[in-house]
Structures are given as C-alpha cells and as structure tokens.
C-alpha cells in the first residue's frame, strides 16, 4: 500500500481525481460569506412562503366569501324562481276554474235551452193528443149514433122485428 497519494503505485488503476471539501481549499471567511448569503435567500424565501400563504389564506377567504355569496344568490334565485312558478300554477288554476266556470254555465244554459224546448214540446204533444182525443170522442159519439140510426132502420125495415 501507497503512503503517499500524489504518487501512485506502481501497477495500480490510475488514481481518480477526487475533489477535496471546500472547507480545505476556500478560506473561511468566504465559507462564512456564503453560509450568510444562503441564510438570507432561506430567510427570504421563507417570508415569501409565508406572504404566499398568507395571499392563498385572503384567497381562501375571499374564494368562501363569494361562494357563499354565489350559494346566497342561488338561493334566492331559486326561491324566487319557485315563487314564480307557484305564481303561475295559481294563475293557471284561476284561469282554469273560470274556464270550468264558464263551460259549466254555458251548459247549464244550453241544459235549461232543452228543457225549455222539450217542456214546449211536451205542451203541443199533450195539446195535440188533447184535440186528438176530442175528435176520437166525436167520431164515437158520431158512430153510435150512426150505429143507432141503423139499428133503428134495420128493426124498422127487418121483417123478423116487426110489430105483430
């Protein structure tokens, strides 16, 4: 084995250049300027994490605010839109039941046109019959008497029937 490493033994891989730590080539008051310097950019970048953290907590708050607002005014909408629709469904059932209304008036009226009709007609029927009656009764009381005069002639003129 080699005691010194700048030299290398003989028969041996060539050596691999290795760096040494900067610890042992740069001077510490650079090592130190750098370790400063670093600690600067962390301090920096932790303030601008938390300045972003506290930008996305606003964020988030503004973001809950208008979605509560958005819900708020979606509900209302809806309820507005609900309040219509129930606005129209009694205007339609108010135009509906006049509808009814007027349908069921207009058939009781044409109801009360055909009774009326049928009533007129039932009269002239019962009139008719009455005069048809009359005469039926004329026309019997002519045939009886009809009847009578010819049973008075044939007992008359009968040779079976007369006086003895």
């Known amino acids: 084995m080699n005691k010194n490493p700048k030299k290398p033994e003989e028969g041996a891989e060539e050596p691999v250049k290795e760096t040494p730590p900067k610890i042992m080539t740069k001077p510490l008051p650079a090592i130190l300027d750098e370790l400063e310097d670093y600690i600067r950019r962390v301090e920096e970048a932790v303030r601008q994490a938390q300045a972003a953290a506290k930008d996305s907590r606003a964020a988030a708050d503004m973001a809950k605010e208008a ?44 109801i009360d046109k055909v009774e009326d009709a049928l009533r007129d007609r039932i009269n002239e029927v019962e009139e008719a019959l009455d005069n048809l009656e009359e005469r039926v009764k004329q026309e019997v009381i002519a045939l009886d008497d009809a009847f009578l005069t010819l049973k008075e002639r044939h007992v008359e003129q009968s040779p079976f029937f007369r006086s003895k």
């Not at 009694?90 to 009814?100: F, G, M, P, T």
């Open 67 to 110: 979605g509560e607002k958005a819900a708020d005014a979606a509900r209302k909408a809806a309820e507005a839109a609900v309040a219509k629709v129930r606005e129209d469904a009694a205007r339609a059932d108010e135009a509906l039941r006049n509808r009814l209304d007027e349908v069921e008036n207009s058939l009781r009226n044409q």
